[in-house]
């Protein structure tokens, strides 16, 4: 008896709703994972076929017969070697998130996934009935549990696999990515060995799908909870795993760790990753995007450069009255140092005709943020102009701490296909602009010292509008991450009226948010699929 299992950890990219595709990657992964690692079998991600996640696409008939046909395809071409992946298992009017174990036409187990979360991003109760069984199978004398990620953030499921004779665990996934969320996947796996006494394989899948973004980092850990292999984040790769069974139980041969990356350097690369995915697989050409002066753009023309390349991206300088000599040079220094196109529009005669057409309207009422508002107008007419004309992507700029207080323009700077920072605060994006300049000085030092401003009239800055940001922050997330009361964010040294004024102003511009386009999530809480407060509410602070 051949008491060995080599298998194929394929970290892949696929693709929401491309079941044809799809399919033909995990039989193209199936016969490099034979052929190339000699493997004995290959592991694909949750929902694998039809990628995840798939929403409400899992009530379309035509889904339905896609993922059938699928299946069927996969069973009959996959030969000489074993082939676990995840689909939706349709049966009359129900359906599993299910996974299954092809070799040579035979199935050799079917499992699905018992635990559906429902909180945060996640909404498959929705869709998915709960799986009961567990499910082991039988390769080369090893027997090899199954679960579905969720399934492991609680006991039951694993204890169920080693009850049933598990002597390894393999656990396929969707795991999106937030801060720290490699740390305490790692952590809740160990977790897992320590009750079960058996080692366990995490595949996680990688990629852009909408707002969230998976970053991979599978791994595998022995049964002393030490880590014996982990790809690299935010990589689609095939790796080799070997599992060799002894007296003591089954152990993972000892093979490559890649390291956990930095905070800022893992944010910004799921940036990078969430931009790029997001405009290859909605088939955009390229992105364009305003470019102030400012860091906000800086950063988002980074990343665009980084995700894209510098000839699939366009940067717009539109100046008005306010915009310094300091920004104009900047950006147009920004512009040179990364090779892109750039063109300076000035808004000055739009601005003026709008402004002139509106003239009778507004006699006697003085100068106000409407005049203002009309500026980021201008603008944003202009490029979505050069979108629309170009067919390229226009990439919008604000980060979270603006559109969590409304300090941005609808249908002025808020207009665009896809905001790359629109879940960084106005600190963090300092933070991974500064790493970016680690990797190369790309971004002039002066954008990153100077005081913010939105150079919509004169001498302007941020802190006329808002408390600083090192105040402003911190005061957001423990409301927006942490659900924290006014009593209980006064309590970490906040002065009282303003939480209360930044909390009103977050309630006040629900609306505002509502008509955002998506953007990257990287934190707990992320304005979009898993921040749902009512737009119309009389709730008051300070309670």
Known sequence: MNDTVIVALAQLDLVVGDVHRNTARIIEYSERARDELQADLVVFPELSLCGYPPEDLLSHSGLRRRVNEALETIRTSVRGIAVLFGFPEYAGDKLWNACAVYADGRELARY????????????????????????????????????????????????????????????????????????????VVRARIAESGIPAIYLNM???????????????????????????????????I???????????????????AGVEESIYNALVCGTRDYVEKNGFPGVILGLSG??????????????????????????????????????????????????????????????????DMFAGLADDVTEENIQARCRGILLMAV????????????????????????????AGGFAPLKDCTKMLVYRLANYRNTVGPIIPQRVLTREPSAELRADQKDSDS??????????????????????EIVARGFDREIV????????????????????????????GRDWRYPITSKYTFPE
């Open 466 to 487: 808002l408390p600083p940001y090192d105040i402003l922050d911190p005061i957001l997330e423990a409301f927006i991450e942490e659900d924290l009361s006014v009593a």
């Open 206 to 240: 990688v990629g852009g799908q909408d707002e969230l973004v998976f970053d991979g980092g599978s791994f595998v850990m022995d049964t002393d909870g030490d880590i014996c292999f982990r790809a690299k984040p935010f990589e689609e790769g095939l790796y080799r």
């Open 387 to 414: 979108s629309n004309k170009t067919g390229w992507m226009l990439l919008t700029t604000g980060n979270k701490s603006e559109m969590a207080v409304g300090y941005a323009t609808l249908y002025g700077d808020m």
């Open 294 to 359: 400012g860091v906000d753009s800086a950063l988002t023309l980074a990343i665009a450069c980084d995700a894209l390349g510098a000839h699939r991206v366009r940067a717009i300088m539109m100046p008005f009255r306010y915009t310094s000599t300091m920004s104009q040079e900047d950006a147009a220094a920004q512009a040179r140092s990364m090779e892109v196109r750039y063109d300076v529009v000035p808004i000055a005669a739009i601005y003026d005709a709008t402004v002139g057409q509106l003239e």
């Open 242 to 260: 070997e599992l060799t069974a002894t007296p003591s139980g089954v152990r993972a041969v000892k093979s490559d760790v890649a390291p956990n």
């Open 500 to 527: 209360i004024r930044i909390l009103e102003l977050v309630k006040r511009n629900e609306y505002k948010r509502r008509q955002a386009p998506p953007g990257i999530r990287i934190s707990t809480r992320a304005f």
């Open 112 to 187: 699905r996934k018992h635990l559906l979360p429902n909180y945060s991003v996640f909404d498959e109760e929705r869709y998915f009935e709960a799986g009961k069984e567990a499910a082991v199978f039988t390769l080369n004398g090893i027997r090899i549990g199954l679960n579905i990620c969720e399934d492991m953030w609680r006991s039951a499921p694993a204890a169920a696999a080693r009850a049933a004779g598990a002597e390894v665990l393999i656990a396929i996934n969707g795991s999106p990515y937030e801060l720290s969320s490699q740390v305490r996947r790692e952590e």
